[in-house]
Structure formats: structure tokens, C-alpha cells
């Protein structure tokens, strides 16, 4: 009999890092939009967009590694880099409203 060995990658920083960062940018966005484009809320934002660049691009780097190191969780891991990467998207659609 042959056994199954389905290994899994169980790290959920990034899943955690992706939901809070479009949580807390949409969020402003939102406040800025019903400020009637009140650019203070720009001054706070700018920030946690700089930080939230680098800490993605840490991640980002991370799951890389990752992926590259072990191949037996490539499926999990790849998940996890698309599910981290779909924030673009959303994030220059917030950009492009803006401006």
C-alpha cells in the first residue's frame, strides 16, 4: 500500500498581510472619498502606503524563496503569491480614482 503524503504550507502571515492591507486601504479610500476628496486623508495615507509597498515586496520575496526551496507545497505557495499579488490591481484602481 502506498501512502499519501500531502504536505501542506501552513504559514498564513501572507494570507493575514494581503486581507489587512486591502482592508486598511480601502478603508481610506473610502473615508477619502466621503471627506469630498480632502487631501489630509492623503497626508495620512501616503505613509501606510509606502509601508505597506515594502512589506509586500518582503513577503512577496519570501514566498519566492519558497517556492524556489521547497517543491513538494509549490501549489500552496503559488496560491499564496496570487492571492498577495491580486492587491495591484485594487490598488491602482484606488490610485487611478484619485488622481
Known amino acids: 500500500m502506498k501512502a499519501i503524503n500531502k504536505n501542506t504550507f501552513e ?3 501572507s494570507i493575514d498581510l494581503t486581507i489587512g492591507t486591502f482592508t486598511v486601504s480601502t478603508l481610506l479610500f473610502i473615508i477619502y472619498i466621503l471627506s469630498n476628496e480632502n487631501s489630509n486623508i492623503l497626508v495620512i495615507a501616503s505613509p501606510f ?31 499564496k503569491i496570487l492571492i498577495l499579488l491580486s492587491n495591484i490591481p485594487v490598488t491602482l484602481l484606488y490610485y487611478f480614482l484619485v488622481i
Open 49 to 79: 502606503v509606502v509601508s505597506a509597498i515594502i512589506l509586500n515586496a518582503i513577503m512577496l520575496f519570501h514566498l519566492t524563496d519558497n517556492f524556489i526551496k521547497l517543491r513538494e507545497q509549490r501549489k500552496d505557495i503559488g496560491t
Open 11 to 13: 504559514e498564513t502571515q
